[in-house]
């Protein structure tokens, strides 16, 4: 359990300010976080498996399929320079 002291070197570590009205509220709260997680390590979990994921889930897939039109021809038709089908910028970095 988590008394003034533990908590005042917790609040002083994570450079918190807990004041004196939420001191007790907030002793209170992890006591009942550390209580809880003491319940959780008594489960036995001899033989179960690990999962990734609480849900059986697999993403459904799409067939990979074109749906547009090509139009790089007429993007292109309006950049000031291009070459072999890419676009040319000014040199930034040399």
Known sequence: MIDNTQLN???????????GDALNATIKDLNNILTLVEQLGEIDTDGIIPMAHPLHMT?????????????????QSIAPKIDKQYYLVPTVIE
Do not use: G
């Open 9 to 19: 070197q917790i609040a002083y570590l994570s450079k918190l300010s807990i004041d």
């Open 59 to 75: 993403q459904r897939l799409r067939e990979d399929k074109v749906t547009e039109d090509d139009k790089s021809k007429i993007f």
